[in-house]
């Protein structure tokens, strides 16, 4: 059968609205005059929003632009991240309020205050000093969801270190490799993870990972599911010797408004992932005002969850820095959703009374394969809103969401970001926008997003091209990590004209001028929103002895958006592809990526189609791939390399 993409299933048919409840817009924390305030003045616009924050030196300018596209927001102004997601609601008298409700996979829990937080926060600042870490160094975070990665990534903000963290998925050679590229000083893992009801290793893979590694003097360990691990004396430090006994007071020192706050490394389109990087005033300006106005965050009323990673911008973003400047109070789920049953997010809704949810819409069409009857054995009705991330949304599952989870009556937001764009760009605004099912719809206040062509001139409403993002803003990635030049050819190029920021994604105005997003345009694929780079897979694949030449591309996918189809040359005829030697491939390429990256077809194939210049003709695949009907032949180099390899497909599947 063909699966038509989502985001096409969209276009063709989806013309609902859902206008705000009158009663929700009375209370809405953003007013429809926003957009006109931000367009009047745009710099004394995202000044206000800087206000959120305590500052203990103020700007003398909002942005520096001067040097573009490196930019430079709240120029001369100092404050200390962690002081802003901590110790000011401590120090306002809320330090008796819950920060995170954390609830393990096997059934533990955890509440945690603001005033404890700012004690273990101190208390591991003070603990990465003892060990020689200063301002500027990195520090490597590869944890699952315990609350000690979110006072990990706080300590190393409140001392100026950088953190990278590392999604707990990756393998040993992803880890390694970003370790070496950030030269990170320690790293910070866990003994191992719950992961459907079993204990995984976590060290063992981390060691592995570090035989050899220059730049690392410590492995601090936190302790979870009790294994044994193998331990390198002198340099492994388990977290609570070393984290428990320090001083829970740390005075924050006041930071530059530029200086480096993070580290995250994303997939380009080469198979060298990119380090992001973020800085502090700016970034967390907007990470704040996002929460705040595309949430609807209500401090001290509602209770928020965002169910992604760390590991992820996400969770940087959405459930460290935003949502902790806020003074949220939230839940943090350490495992997955259907461990031990599939209601478990709704178990988890009702115990804590969560309003605001935040998910992806690969689980949303999950848990819509899992049954509407399971949700609807919970009491879901404290939930107020809900949001949408990390690849388009079909209208099918959005509307499904609403009614399901939502029960007809909660906005939905769809927001549109990026790793590299720090926060939420586009978005509708709960309480003002009338919402369009499977739309990201409109910038968001002080943000300008613009659909352009080739040339780069803007479309008109009803027409598609590619999203470009036309201003500066204060969230945006500065760089990455010791590649300049990679930072301006990624995405300063394809515009350079216009001197516009090229997002990658393609998308399409309707009507009304809203946006709606398409996908990818460039060879990054997004597997259950996570973004995976074709190029990196195939070199996984090559890696392996027997494969002589591989190409890949991202299917349709109707669980996980896409879906990862591999075609493979194997060496020689001595090799058979048989299903064995498939699934052992499968399995090369998890280890040398991660899980997240095994294809979920590989095609033994004796020739690829390329063209003349020995281009891979990847679109001809994925014809292949989703099933459809070839497409333009006549720049292949042998036009019968097509045929072989769909009368294979059919054979294969
Ligand atoms: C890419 C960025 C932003 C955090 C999660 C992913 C796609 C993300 C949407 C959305 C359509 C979306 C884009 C983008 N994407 N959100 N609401 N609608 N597409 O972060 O790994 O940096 O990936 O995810 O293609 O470029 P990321």
């Given at each position: 059968m063909t699966e038509q993409s989502p985001a096409l299933q969209n276009l063709l048919t989806e013309n609902r609205t859902f206008q705000p409840s009158e009663e929700f817009t009375q209370r809405a924390n953003a007013k429809a005059d926003l957009y006109d305030k931000a367009d009047s003045d745009r710099e004394a616009f995202w000044a206000e929003q800087a206000e959120r924050l305590h500052w203990d030196t103020k700007w003398s300018?909002?942005?520096?632009?001067?040097?573009?596209?490196?930019?430079?927001?709240?120029?001369?102004?100092?404050?200390?991240?962690?002081?802003?997601?901590?110790?000011?609601?401590?120090?306002?008298?809320?330090?008796?309020q819950v920060a995170i409700h954390w609830v393990g996979e096997p059934g533990d829990t955890r509440d945690i205050t603001y005033a404890q937080l700012k004690d273990e926060v101190c208390r591991a600042a003070n603990a990465l000093l003892s060990l020689g870490v200063t301002a500027h160094d990195r520090v490597a975070i590869q944890l699952q969801m315990v609350p000690e990665a979110i006072v990990a990534m706080l300590a190393c903000a409140r001392i100026g270190a950088l953190h990278s963290v590392v999604f707990g998925g990756f393998s040993p050679t992803a880890l390694r490799q970003r370790v070496d590229d950030a030269e990170a000083k320690v790293v910070i893992t866990s003994d191992g993870q719950y992961r459907r009801g079993k204990a995984a290793p976590m060290k063992a893979n981390v060691d592995e990972a570090l035989a050899g590694a220059e730049s690392v003097e410590k492995v601090i360990v936190v302790r979870r599911t009790g294994a044994e691990v193998p331990w390198t004396d002198g340099r492994d430090l388990w977290w609570h010797e070393l984290v428990d006994g320090q001083p829970a007071e740390h005075q924050p020192e006041a930071f530059d408004?530029?200086?480096?706050l993070y580290i995250l490394y994303t997939s380009g389109t080469t198979g060298k992932p990119k380090g992001i990087l973020h800085t502090s005033g700016?970034?967390?300006?907007?990470?704040?005002?996002?929460?705040?106005?595309?949430?609807?965050?209500?401090?001290?009323?509602?209770?928020?969850?965002?169910t992604a990673d760390i590991g992820w911008v996400t969770g940087h973003s959405y459930i460290v820095y935003g949502p902790l400047s806020n003074r949220v109070t939230q839940v943090v789920y350490e495992g997955t959703p259907n461990t031990p049953h599939e209601g478990?997010?709704?178990?988890?809704?009702?115990?804590?009374?969560?309003?605001?949810?935040?998910?992806?819409?690969?689980?949303?069409?999950?848990?819509?394969k899992w049954g509407d009857e399971i949700p609807a054995k919970y009491d879901l009705s404290s939930l107020r809103v809900l949001g949408s991330v990390g690849e388009p949304i079909n209208p099918e599952a959005w509307v499904w969401y609403r009614e399901h989870i939502g029960a007809?009556?909660?906005?939905?937001?769809?927001?549109?970001?990026?790793?590299?764009?720090?926060?939420?760009?586009?978005?509708?605004?709960?309480?003002?926008?009338?919402?369009?099912?499977?739309?990201?719809?409109?910038?968001?206040?002080?943000?300008?997003?613009?659909?352009?062509?080739?040339?780069g001139t803007e479309v008109p409403h009803g027409g598609g091209g590619y999203l470009v993002l036309d201003k500066p803003w204060p969230s945006m990635l500065r760089g990455i990590w010791g590649d300049n030049e990679r930072y301006q050819e990624t995405y300063w190029s394809r515009f350079a004209?216009?001197?516009?920021?090229?997002?990658?994604?393609?998308?399409?105005?309707?009507?009304?001028?809203?946006?709606?997003?398409?996908?990818r345009v460039d060879d990054v694929m997004n597997v259950s929103g996570h973004r995976?780079?074709?190029?990196?897979?195939?070199?996984?694949?090559?890696?392996?002895p027997t494969v002589a030449e591989a190409a890949v591309v991202g299917a349709s996918d109707p669980t996980t958006g896409q879906?990862?189809?591999?075609?493979?040359?194997?060496?020689?005829?001595?090799?058979?592809?048989g299903e064995e030697a498939v699934q052992e491939l499968r399995n090369h390429v998890a280890k040398e990526i991660g899980p997240i990256a095994k294809p979920r077809q590989i095609m033994v194939v004796s020739e690829l189609p390329k063209t003349r210049s020995g281009k891979i003709m990847r679109r001809l695949l994925r014809d292949v791939a989703e099933d459809r009907q070839i497409g333009d032949v006549t720049t292949l180099a042998d036009s019968s390399v097509m045929d072989l390899i769909s009368a294979g497909m059919k054979s294969g599947k």
């Open positions: 300018q909002v942005l520096d632009w001067s040097e573009a596209p490196f930019a430079k927001w709240f120029v001369g102004g100092k404050l200390n991240v962690a002081y802003n997601c901590v110790d000011r609601h401590v120090e306002a008298g809320y330090g008796d408004s530029e200086h480096p700016g970034y967390l300006t907007q990470a704040s005002y996002t929460h705040h106005v595309a949430f609807d965050h209500k401090p001290g009323e509602d209770v928020y969850w965002c478990r997010h709704w178990e988890i809704i009702q115990n804590y009374k969560v309003s605001i949810y935040y998910t992806a819409p690969t689980l949303i069409r999950t848990f819509m007809g009556r909660t906005p939905v937001v769809d927001t549109w970001w990026q790793t590299e764009t720090g926060a939420i760009m586009i978005s509708p605004l709960p309480g003002v926008t009338a919402t369009k099912p499977g739309s990201a719809q409109r910038p968001l206040p002080g943000i300008s997003a613009k659909v352009v062509n080739d040339a004209a216009q001197g516009f920021y090229f997002a990658g994604d393609g998308a399409k105005y309707d009507d009304d001028g809203d946006i709606w997003l398409l996908g995976i780079s074709t190029t990196e897979v195939e070199s996984a694949l090559v890696s392996h879906g990862i189809v591999a075609f493979v040359i194997l060496r020689g005829s001595a090799v058979d592809g």
